[in-house]
């Protein structure tokens, strides 16, 4: 038993020291997805330790309804699958404004985040994500909307 436990502890330290390779210090680009309407974000990863990251995504939306943008922020847990391949889950918050036909205002959305991505040798990633957002505002959104995204970053 004493044997099992050990083998344990190694092979946890060993998974995240392997962890805490895959992650940059930095990475900017873009994610382009489809929530409410065609939309883009400016998106940008801070590393924080070992699997954890920081996401600052300020996007827009435009379609025959609304018009609106956002800043989301999400605190991320970064998983090692095989080579390149990372996957990712997260929480966050976020701000944003709308205008619409005959009404105007701000919101509020509390975010989940779940997704994958690959780390090419070259300092560039891609990623495919899923967003469900929860809105507070019942002129612009009251319930759970999903976003999913590909999203194209430079690591630095």
Do not use: C
């Amino acid at each position: 038993m004493r044997t099992l436990i050990i083998t344990a502890v190694i092979a946890l330290t060993s998974f995240l020291s392997i962890n805490a390779q895959g992650i940059s210090n930095n990475a900017i680009g873009l994610r382009i997805g489809d929530n409410d309407g065609f939309g883009g974000e400016i998106s940008y990863q801070h590393y924080l330790k070992e699997n954890n990251r920081l996401e600052f995504d300020l996007g827009w939306r435009d379609s025959k309804n609304v018009d609106a943008f956002k800043l989301i922020g999400l605190y991320q847990w970064v998983m090692p699958i095989d080579g390149g391949f990372n996957w990712y889950v997260g929480a966050g918050a976020g701000l944003g404004a709308f205008e619409s036909k005959g009404d105007d205002g701000t919101f509020a959305v509390v975010a989940g985040d779940i997704g994958i991505e690959y780390n090419f040798d070259i300092p560039l990633m891609l990623s495919l994500d899923f967003r469900p957002e929860l809105g507070f505002n019942d002129a612009y959104s009251d319930d759970v909307d999903f976003d999913i995204a590909l999203g194209i970053r430079y690591q630095f």
